[in-house]
C-alpha cells in the first residue's frame, strides 16, 4: 500500500505559477511511477504529466508540453509538478497517482491516488 498526499495548490493569476508537491509513504519501496492527472467539475480525470521511477522518463499532456515540469526526489518519497504560465483552462482539482508500471496515462490504470488539491487560475 502507498499513501498519497498532496498539497500547494492555491488561486493564482493567469500567467502565474505554482508548485505542486505529493509525499508518498508506506510501501514506498516498490518502484512505482507516478503522475499528475487532474478533474473539471463534470469532466473526466485527465492525464497531465507521468515520470519514471529513476526520473529519466517523462510524458506530458499536449496541452501542458513547456508548461509543466514533473519531478521527483526519490530520497524523500516526493513528487513534485512545476506549472509555469498557468491559464484558466487549467483551473482543477490536481491528483498524484502511483502504479509499479510506466508509462500510464489512464486513470483507470492506476491503484494509488492522493486526496487532490485545487488550482484555481483566475483570468
Known amino acids: 500500500q502507498v499513501q498519497l498526499v498532496e498539497s500547494g495548490g492555491g488561486l493564482v493569476q493567469a500567467g502565474g505559477s505554482l508548485r505542486l508537491s505529493c509525499a508518498a509513504s508506506?510501501?514506498?519501496?516498490?518502484?512505482?511511477?507516478m503522475g499528475w492527472f487532474r478533474q473539471s467539475p463534470g469532466k473526466e480525470r485527465d492525464f497531465v504529466a507521468v515520470?519514471?521511477?529513476?526520473?529519466?522518463?517523462?510524458r506530458y499532456a499536449d496541452s501542458v508540453k513547456g508548461r509543466f515540469t514533473i519531478s521527483r526526489d526519490n530520497a524523500k518519497n516526493m513528487l513534485y509538478l512545476q506549472m509555469n504560465s498557468l491559464e484558466p483552462e487549467d483551473t482543477a482539482v490536481y491528483y498524484c497517482?502511483?502504479?509499479?508500471?510506466?508509462?500510464?496515462?489512464?486513470?483507470?490504470?492506476?491503484?494509488?491516488w492522493g486526496q487532490g488539491t485545487q488550482v484555481t487560475v483566475s483570468s
Open positions: 497517482a502511483a502504479e509499479p508500471r510506466f508509462p500510464l496515462v489512464r486513470a483507470n490504470e492506476y491503484h494509488y
Open positions: 508506506g510501501r514506498t519501496s516498490t518502484y512505482y511511477a
Open positions: 515520470i519514471s521511477y529513476g526520473g529519466l522518463g517523462t
